[in-house]
């Protein structure tokens, strides 16, 4: 089988691992940067492996819910969770607006120290995906950025008015 198709995002952030750590991990941190421009609510967030984050994004009326069962936990160092749609029951879901959009995606996010910096890294690809569902996921990766680097603004900014909080 061919190479599967994968989403990477690399950010450095001006600050500690520990802290952008923090802010990937901790439920009310996670609701600050996570989903822009909807009200990112994580209703449950067991970072361990075997655990379940849990998360509603709301706009109006409107609900998204996605699940999040993670594989590996290394604290600071990696996450690795099997992401995924999910109903209002937290069930995994396909995506109502794709429907051949992968029902799983392997998501790992790598935290490296560098100096006073942290290099991030974040993998996308589909998980036990179906043709269609491969083929629906490289033909969106090219516009993945538009809502990552949302987030990642926002990340960068709640970085810096923690460390700013740290330092008064």
């Not at 709301?58 to 998204?64: I, L, P, V």
């Not at 995924?84 to 799983?104: K, Q, T």
């Not at 942290?118 to 179906?130: E, G, V, Y």
Request: aromatic residues 10%; contains cysteine.
């Amino acid at each position: 089988m061919s190479e599967l198709p994968t989403y990477v995002l690399e950010r450095t952030f001006n600050a500690p691992r520990e802290l952008v750590w923090r802010t990937w991990t901790e439920p009310d941190l996670v609701s600050r940067w996570y989903g822009p421009n909807v009200e990112s609510i994580p209703h449950k967030m067991d970072v361990e492996q075997g655990g379940l984050w849990l998360h509603e994004m709301k706009w109006g009326d409107n609900s998204n819910y996605q699940r999040a069962e993670y594989i590996e936990v290394s604290k600071p160092e990696k996450l690795v969770w099997l992401h995924s749609n999910a109903d209002e029951n937290w069930e995994v879901a396909g995506n109502p607006m794709m429907p051949d959009w992968p029902r799983i995606l392997l998501t790992t996010v790598t935290f490296e120290e560098n100096g006073d910096q942290t290099n991030l890294r974040l993998t996308w690809a589909p998980h036990d995906a179906t043709e269609a569902e491969i083929a629906c996921f490289e033909a969106a990766i090219s516009g993945m950025n538009k809502g990552w680097n949302a987030g990642m603004a926002l990340l960068e900014d709640l970085l810096a008015e923690l460390q700013s909080e740290m330092q008064t």
